[in-house]
């Protein structure tokens, strides 16, 4: 058997790992069922602990100059605008990167591989798709579809980390517990400029309404909005041009029609994977757990999980801990999933969308109190940032 690592998938979680395990002098093979990188737009959004991990392998550097700095963020409603401004400033002794960045999260994949291929020693194989998973006492088997045939790749241990549909985790038998929400979420992008129309606005904001909340996210050039759908649209109709207008004028009235560069519309889902580990074989990222966008928890958390695998690993690895320590990876990781961050995606939702009196009073109250003295802000933005989350982790112990 060749000692190296196994990956499946070179998304966000996939590189993270590859990268740290390659820092650590730990030989890797990555399968990458894609001809090239995937360019989806889906995050945008990395949260100041995650640029704190991606330091140290120039990535947040390049997401900031490739991307906005976002040092606020903004809960709004269409009568009122702002209802509160949220100012990471006070988290100024908690993380290096006291701020978002807003940027594709293609381009945090593009400069990890491209880092990768600088230090050589990772194997990064693409149009490899994993098809199926055996492990016995002395290793663990992807077998692998490639252009040519059918291998079969050997290793110490596999990290599943290729997104929700997982393969590895079916190959595992492993359930993925949760559920699906009725309405899909539509991105639209589009040049318009949100910030000279409405100068207040800050580069993330979310719009409550009981109707139809949304939120307007910038990245470089673009401004994206998130609607929810209703649950008996079609997609013709979702994607009827009109329709897209219209909900994008019910965002903001402006005198010109929205100019549409991308419109992609996402079923949402609250999953968590019954086990992170069967044997030598691993789940990371939404392979792990899926969650809805708001509040931009699923690559984040994704990239949490590659840097508390790949560090336990490399620790084993390197004879600095025993096996034992491979087991605090779910321990650690999994209730974060299901508590804090299934939790905390819902409440986003619910927030935005309360529909009762009763309901948006207790939210705005929420707000208010959040902001009412500088421990409280500071508290609500280490929840809101995931560094609570990392913190409640870091406790777990075996
Ligand atoms: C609209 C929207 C907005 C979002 N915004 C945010 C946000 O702002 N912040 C945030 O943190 N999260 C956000 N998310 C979630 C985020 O996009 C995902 O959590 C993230 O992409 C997960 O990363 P991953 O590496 O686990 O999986 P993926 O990004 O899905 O990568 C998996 C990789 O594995 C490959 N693959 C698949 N099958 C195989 C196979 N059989 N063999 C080999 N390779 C395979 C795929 O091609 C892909 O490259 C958003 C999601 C949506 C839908």
Same mark, same amino acid.
């Given at each position: 058997?060749?000692? /190296? ?13 590859? @990268? ?5 002098? &730990? ?10 990188? $995937? ?15 991606? #330091? ?5 550097? *390049? ?6 700095? #976002? ?22 002794? %908690? ?12 381009? =945090?994949?593009?400069?990890?591989? @491209? ?17 199926? +998973?055996?492990?016995?006492? %002395?290793? +663990?088997?992807? &077998? ?11 290793? /110490? ?15 595992? %038998? ?41 939120? !307007? !996210? ?28 219209? *909900? ?6 402006? $005198? ?10 996402? /079923?949402?889902?609250? /999953? +968590? ?6 044997? *030598? ?6 392979? @792990?757990? &899926? ?34 320590? =491979? ?24 927030? =935005? ?10 939210? *705005? ?28 982790? @870091?406790?777990?112990?075996?």
């Amino acid at each position: 058997m060749t000692d /190296r690592i196994l990956i499946a998938g070179a998304g966000p979680a996939g590189l993270s790992a590859a @990268a740290y395990l390659t820092s650590r002098g &730990i030989p890797v093979t990555l399968f990458e069922a894609e001809d090239a990188l $995937p360019e989806n737009l889906r995050a945008s959004t990395f949260h100041p602990p995650t640029l704190d991990m991606l #330091a140290p392998f120039g990535a947040s550097k *390049r997401l900031i100059e490739q991307g906005l700095v #976002a040092p606020k963020f903004q809960f709004r409603d269409r009568a009122n605008g702002c209802l509160a401004e949220f100012d990471f400033s006070v988290l100024a002794n %908690d993380t290096e990167h006291p701020f978002r960045v807003q940027c594709e999260q293609f381009k =945090l994949n593009h400069l990890l591989h @491209a880092w990768l291929l600088k230090q050589g020693g990772a194997k990064v194989l693409f149009a490899h798709a994993i098809t199926g +998973v055996e492990q016995d006492a %002395d290793g +663990v088997t992807a &077998i692998v579809d490639t252009p040519d045939s059918e291998q079969r790749f050997t290793g /110490r241990w596999l990290i599943g980390a290729e997104g929700a549909n997982s393969v590895v985790r079916q190959a595992l %038998d492993i359930p993925f517990e949760g559920f699906t929400w009725d309405e899909r979420f539509l991105v639209v992008s589009t040049p318009y400029d949100f910030g000279t129309a409405m100068p207040d606005l800050t580069l993330v904001n979310y719009f409550a309404d009981p109707e139809q909340w949304f939120f !307007l !996210l910038q990245v470089p050039g673009l401004w994206r909005a998130m609607f929810p759908t209703r649950q008996q649209e079609t997609e013709a109709e979702i994607f009827d041009p009109a329709r897209i207008e219209a *909900r994008m004028q019910w965002a903001h009235a402006s $005198p010109q029609p929205y100019e549409c560069k991308h419109t992609t519309l996402y /079923r949402i889902h609250q /999953r +968590v994977a019954e086990q992170y580990r069967k044997g *030598r074989a691993f789940l990371a990222g939404d392979a @792990a757990h &899926i969650n809805n966008p708001l509040g931009g928890m699923g690559m984040n958390g994704g990239v949490h999980d590659a840097f508390n695998l790949a560090e336990k690993m490399a620790a084993v690895w390197h004879g600095e801990g025993d096996e034992n320590l =491979l087991e605090l990876y779910e321990q650690q990781r999994r209730p974060i999933a299901l508590e804090y961050v299934n939790n905390q995606t819902i409440r986003n939702k619910q927030n =935005l969308e309360a529909a009762t009196p009763e309901a948006q009073v207790a939210f *705005r109250k929420s707000l208010d109190d959040a902001l009412s003295n500088e421990q409280k802000t500071r508290d609500y933005l280490l929840r809101t940032s995931m560094i609570a989350s990392l913190r409640t982790a @870091a406790k777990v112990t075996l």
